[in-house]
């Protein structure tokens, strides 16, 4: 086989999870192939023109710590900047940026295609090549539309909403992918043929309204935060100058017009087969959904700055263009709108993601990753977390290291594959900070504390973000352990000085660190105690850690007896029928899904505390009847 058909990984698709899983893969050593359907929409944002927001900055954040690449894009393509939830504590607090659409995906283009050991081509992949081993089924490459043979080690799917990908715009039905891009038809009956259950999803987009027929003085200015951050911890320093988004509402007079075409709605009349995303809602589905309400917002937002294409976003649709054109109408500033794109929904196959391992490997295939919304997820930064894990991985199993799972207590993105591979999914899954039991410790200003040891690790982290973290990491630990050493009496110079500075009294000796963590204000007791100066990010650590202190403790007790649990590993081969005493819901499951530990089989829907502690049993009088021991060496005590 000659270098140009031979590789150690193929990737299938170039949206956020392809890229992220090429990138990671050819940056740890391995030879890699990404294909795409078309050169010219690598890393697209083909629906909102932004990244981040509540539970998904979080995201963005662990994939910047990692050593993926979605934050320096996003910092550098950035147009808007907002720091939302400030008015709640900084678990919650999430950055969301406005992208110049064209440029972000400009960026991500240059990035990989000027990446070593990273080969990319336009091809449509229309089978997997799968051989039968001893072991069972392995992967071996892919088949091209054009008749190419193209072999691999692993191979990841990424194919995002194109597999067999439908487009339904009222009474307009056709096959494509999104912004008209080809679908890809044959590959979800290669998946089939496999033994592979698909899902069949669906998702939308609004209109694009033309900037030049909006009348802006109707609608509210949204202002970008020039003291928001920036999602790269690499990223110094951000621009002051934002481009601006706007808001504006829907009325009774839009409402009307909805209800009165609801039955050329393809939701309502059977026409749109896919499950839709709950959280993200057609405009339509709000109108019956919620006939009460009277006013829903929408944002107004530059899909970038040589444009003048506007999205309305919380306004997705599948409605036919004339309700969308007398609808949009309606709504004061948008009265002369003229649509450049109608919005549309879009159908689409995907894996059951209880087929895969917490690895993202595919459990029934060896060689085989699926990262993104092949996977059942909706949103560019659930793509792109999962695809960076299965580029990983992917690299990990050719050099024979162990994989890299995270736990629902080291980030999001452990709580994100851990729901789809142990609870599934019914619905396109969107990332939110309620998915997250520990977003106390979870929270997007410590990512690189969290997690830029495992990117090292993983060899994504180069020296000078290295270089950069353990700087921070050293300032903070240094500056904790001076506030914990440093004590205060309430004698009367202390007191006196505290009253100056308009700080209670302290009534018991204390630490410097208990005085921070109920003012919350180091600066002020820096000017007081003569204490250094902390740059801005050590300093805000060094403040959440003192305020939060007892919080952060509890929290770290709930971590520690659920990671009890986790360490009690389950062995893959394990017969749960054999378990008479285990009900038959529980015992299908558990052989369905192969849990890795019983932590994860706790979370497993259907399977009860008791049937837990049938397991336990079960596992223990393993354990005992074999010295102590398990087969595979696995350890239950």
């Not at 709504?331 to 879009?346: D, H, N, T, V």
């Not at 410097?512 to 050590?538: I, T």
């Not at 709930?558 to 360490?567: K, N, W």
């Amino acid at each position: 086989m000659n270098d140009t058909t031979n590789y150690d990984i193929i990737v299938i698709g170039a949206g956020h999870a392809g890229v992220e899983a090429a990138l990671a893969a050819a940056r740890m050593g391995q030879r890699t192939l990404i294909v795409t359907l078309s050169l010219d929409n690598i890393a697209m944002l083909p629906c909102n023109p932004s990244i981040g927001g509540p539970g998904k900055s979080h995201l963005v954040r662990e994939i910047d710590a990692l050593g993926g690449e979605m934050g320096i894009a996003a910092d550098r393509a950035s147009i808007q900047r907002r720091l939302l939830n400030t008015g709640k504590g900084p678990a919650v607090h999430s950055l969301r940026m406005q992208a110049d659409k064209f440029l972000y995906q400009r960026i991500m283009k240059e990035t990989v295609e000027n990446t070593d050991n990273l080969d990319v081509r336009q091809l449509l992949v229309t089978e997997l090549l799968v051989e039968e081993t001893s072991a069972g089924k392995r992967v071996t490459g892919v088949l091209c539309e054009t008749g190419e043979r193209l072999t691999a080690h692993v191979v990841i799917i990424a194919t995002g909403t194109y597999l067999r990908g439908r487009i339904i715009l009222g009474e307009t039905i056709y096959d494509s992918g999104p912004n008209g891009q080809r679908p890809a038809m044959a590959l979800s009956d290669s998946l089939r043929s496999l033994g592979l259950k698909l899902m069949r999803f669906k998702t939308g987009t609004p209109a694009r309204v033309d900037r030049r027929t909006i009348d802006f003085a109707k609608t509210a200015v949204q202002a970008g935060d020039p003291t928001a951050p920036a999602f790269s911890f690499l990223t110094e320093t951000m621009p002051d100058e934002q481009t601006p988004c706007y808001l504006a509402y829907t009325n009774e007079a839009t409402h009307e017009v909805i209800r009165a075409n609801l039955h050329r709605a393809p939701m309502a009349n059977g026409v749109i087969e896919g499950v839709g995303p709950r959280y993200c809602p057609s405009v339509e589905t709000k109108i019956a959904r919620f006939p009460d309400k009277e006013r829903h917002q929408l944002f107004l937002e530059p899909e970038g700055l040589h444009t003048n294409e506007i999205y309305v976003q919380g306004m997705s649709t599948s409605l036919p263009t004339d309700v969308q054109e007398a609808f949009l109408t309606t709504i004061p500033g948008l009265e002369r709108a003229r649509i450049m794109r109608p919005g549309y929904a879009i159908e689409y196959d995907c894996l059951d993601p209880l087929q895969l391992a917490p690895t993202l490997a595919v459990k029934n295939i060896a060689g085989l990753y699926s990262a993104g919304q092949s996977n059942g997820t909706s949103g560019y930064e659930e793509a792109a977390a999962q695809g960076l894990i299965a580029g990983i991985n992917a690299a990990r199993e050719i050099t024979g290291e162990e994989p890299l799972v995270l736990r629902r207590s080291d980030g999001y993105i452990g709580v994100l594959i851990d729901d789809l591979v142990t609870k599934g999914t019914d619905e396109p899954y969107r990332m939110m900070t309620s998915r997250a039991e520990y977003r106390l410790i979870l929270r997007q200003d410590n990512a690189d504390l969290r997690l830029t040891p495992m990117g090292r690790a993983a060899h994504l982290v180069t020296d000078e973000r290295w270089t950069r973290f353990t700087a921070k990491r050293d300032a903070i630990e240094a500056a904790l352990a001076l506030l914990k050493e440093r004590r205060l009496s309430p004698s009367a110079e202390t007191e006196t000085r505290l009253a100056e500075a308009g700080i209670s009294p302290l009534r018991v000796p204390m630490t410097l660190f208990a005085l921070l963590a109920r003012e919350g204000d180091y600066r002020r007791l820096a000017a007081l105690f003569d204490l250094p100066a902390l740059a801005d990010d050590v300093r805000e650590e060094v403040e959440i850690m003192a305020r939060y202190d007892g919080y952060l403790r509890k929290q770290e007790e709930q971590i520690a007896r659920m990671e009890r649990l986790e360490s009690r590993r389950i062995p893959e081969t394990l017969d749960y029928a054999a378990i008479t005493s285990l009900r038959l819901e529980a015992a299908e499951k558990l052989a369905a899904i192969r849990p890795r530990s019983i932590g994860q089989a706790s979370r497993i829907s259907g399977v009860s505390p008791a049937d837990i502690s049938v397991l336990l049993v079960y596992l223990e009088k393993e354990r005992r009847s074999h010295g102590g021991e398990t087969d595979g060496a696995q350890r239950f005590s």
